[in-house]
Every structure is written in C-alpha cells, then in structure tokens.
C-alpha cells in the first residue's frame, strides 16, 4: 500500500473475484486514504461469471463488514467507491455523480416494489441487496427499471427501448445463416 501511495496509483476493487478465487478481502477505507482513486469493478468471465456491477455493488461493503463491524464502510462510502471512485479510475472529473450539466447515467427503481421494509431511508438498499441470481432465494431485490444514460432512456420495464426487437431478431437469423453456409462449405 505504500508504493501504492508514493505512486499515486489507483485501485480497482473487484469483490466478487476476490471472494471467488479466494485471495482475501482487500482493506478498503485504508486505500482510500493511501492511494489514488479506489473505484469498483468487476473482473473477467474467469473469476466473476455475471459482470452485473450493480450486484458487484453490495460486495464491498458486506465484506469490509464482516472482519471489522458495521462501522467498516457506510453505504454512502459504497456508494461513492461504485460511482465517483470508478469515474476517478477512468481519470473523469466530468461523469459519476448526478450533478448540474453532468451527463446522467442512473439506474431507477419501483420502491414500492422493494421486498424489504425502509429503502425510502437511506441510499443503501441497491448497493446492499441487488438481485443476484442465487437458487432457492425468495425475496431479491427488484432489477432496475428504467435504465437512463445520459438522459436516454436504453431499458424499460426489462426491454431495450433503443432496440426494434424485430430487426434484431431478422438479422441475427441471417447471419446465422451466412454462417452457417460458410462452414458447409
């Protein structure tokens, strides 16, 4: 962590390839304070099968939790590692907060859906309790309805709104298709 420091270089924290190849749980609020920008990310297919970041999300702060107590990490300072510390990563001072003229890239929720009594409270239930697809669970967390970037509408109600479904399908079936007839020679 000191060459970290003396090299100003940043972190990116993957949790759920941590967790899975079983190499420990990274000290976060140390690096915070030592190094450069500690932002969240999700590492290849190898070590993390979904590559959903949202699900990512809720990792660090449970983990950072479980050796340390709940004053390890706040929701809020998950939250600010998911967003402005990943932007920090990228080198961007321009994107990762909802701010004025800022381009805004949100994901939204039906809170009256959330299984969980609360989540009007605090900022903590998405990045604590995001779906993740674990067999025989009962209660997950709604996925997040509509996605906006920068402004735009991409998904609603669980569908691509910038996608003619359609079309997508008709040239996906031709290609297979070109494919198909290649390898048969």
Excluded at 129 to 156: F, N, T, Y
Aim: hydrophobic share 40%; proline share 9%.
């Amino acid at each position: 962590m000191a060459l970290f420091a003396r090299t100003d270089t940043d972190v990116a924290h993957c949790p759920g390839s941590n967790t899975r190849l079983g190499s420990g749980t990274a000290p976060i609020r140390a690096m915070r304070k030592a190094c450069g920008p500690v932002g969240l990310a999700v590492d290849g297919s190898a070590s993390n099968v979904s590559g959903h970041l949202l699900a990512e999300a809720r990792l660090p702060l449970l983990l950072q939790r479980v050796g340390s107590g709940v004053g390890a990490m706040s929701a809020r300072e998950n939250l600010e590692m998911a967003s402005l510390g990943g932007a920090g990563l990228l080198g961007r001072d321009d994107i990762g907060a909802l701010a004025p003229a800022w381009p805004a890239t949100s994901p939204l929720w039906h809170w009256t859906k959330w299984p969980w009594p609360g989540p009007n409270t605090t900022p903590s239930p998405p990045c604590c309790s995001a779906r993740c697809q674990v067999p025989g669970a009962r209660r997950q967390a709604p996925d997040a309805k509509p996605s906006v970037v920068q402004g735009r509408v991409l998904v609603h109600d669980g569908e691509l709104a910038t996608l003619d479904r359609q079309v997508l399908v008709r040239e996906h079936l031709k290609l297979a298709r070109q494919l198909l007839m290649r390898s048969w020679g």
